[in-house]
């Protein structure tokens, strides 16, 4: 069946511009998850959704990131005002609730000039 | 979750075994092995999981020692396709976890499989 899907793949953006970045995930999941993955870097945990509950921001590394989830599927990442240390490759996951093993996506490369 | 300890490297040789070791010393008794990978320019993939019994799927098989303390991934045949980083994460139970969902990856093995 399809995976978990995004889109742009790849995304190049000036400094000081903002950006969106949309996840559609496995149909049925009703979690999602947010990670992004620097040049040679290790995965880093953004932002999280269950359902309807609140989300797990608690990896958002500034105010200028945020997330929603519309409909309990699709998810869009917004950066703002992006800064050259925002390049990375940022990464969607999903999972059935109360199941650990997360599908990812193909990732975006956001490079930020 | 505890930590996990991996060679940063190692390679094999394309249609031989793949042996991963990992270490978890400071595994709970609930905390669950999980193993993912993640090929060049692709999101991670998940592989295996597994508590105590040793656990094997179309993809590989994981052998947990019976101190729960350290485990192997073993890819059975290797192919070129197989070269990759692998992650060994330790983590709870879901129901157990008092909160938050996240994975968290170490540096994990660099594998090299070469014909």
């Known amino acids: 069946g399809a995976g978990v899907s995004q889109s742009p793949s790849n995304k190049v953006t000036e400094k000081g511009k903002d950006v969106e970045l949309r996840c559609d995930p496995i149909?049925?999941?009703?979690?999602l998850y947010w990670y992004r993955q620097s040049l040679g870097q290790g995965l880093e945990f953004l932002i999280y959704?269950?359902?309807?509950?609140?989300?797990?921001k608690s990896g958002l590394p500034s105010d200028r990131f945020s997330a929603e989830r519309t409909g309990g599927s699709v998810s869009t990442l917004t950066i703002q005002r992006t800064q050259q240390e925002d390049s990375a490759v940022y990464l969607c996951?999903?999972?059935?609730?109360?199941?650990?093993?997360?599908?990812f996506g193909p990732g975006t490369r956001l490079t930020v000039l | 979750d505890a930590k996990t300890t991996q060679p940063p490297s190692m390679d094999c040789a394309e249609g031989r075994a793949a042996n991963l070791p990992c270490n978890h010393s400071?595994?709970?008794?609930?905390?669950?092995v999980y193993w993912y990978r993640q090929i060049h320019s692709q999101g991670p993939q998940y592989i295996i999981h597994?508590?105590?019994n040793n656990e094997t799927n179309e993809m590989a098989s994981l052998i947990i020692t019976e101190d729960r303390k350290s485990s192997t991934l073993i890819l059975p045949h290797a192919t070129l396709r197989d070269t990759a980083v692998y992650y060994c994460?330790?983590?709870?139970?879901?129901?157990?976890?008092?909160?938050?969902?996240?994975?968290?990856f170490g540096g994990g093995t660099r594998v090299l499989v070469k014909p």
């Open positions: 996951a999903s999972s059935f609730m109360g199941q650990d093993t997360q599908y």
């Open positions: 597994g508590l105590k």
């Open positions: 994460i330790v983590r709870v139970a879901f129901l157990s976890r008092a909160a938050g969902n996240k994975l968290t």
């Open positions: 400071t595994i709970s008794g609930n905390e669950y």
């Open positions: 149909s049925g999941h009703t979690a």
């Open positions: 959704f269950q359902g309807n509950s609140a989300p797990d």
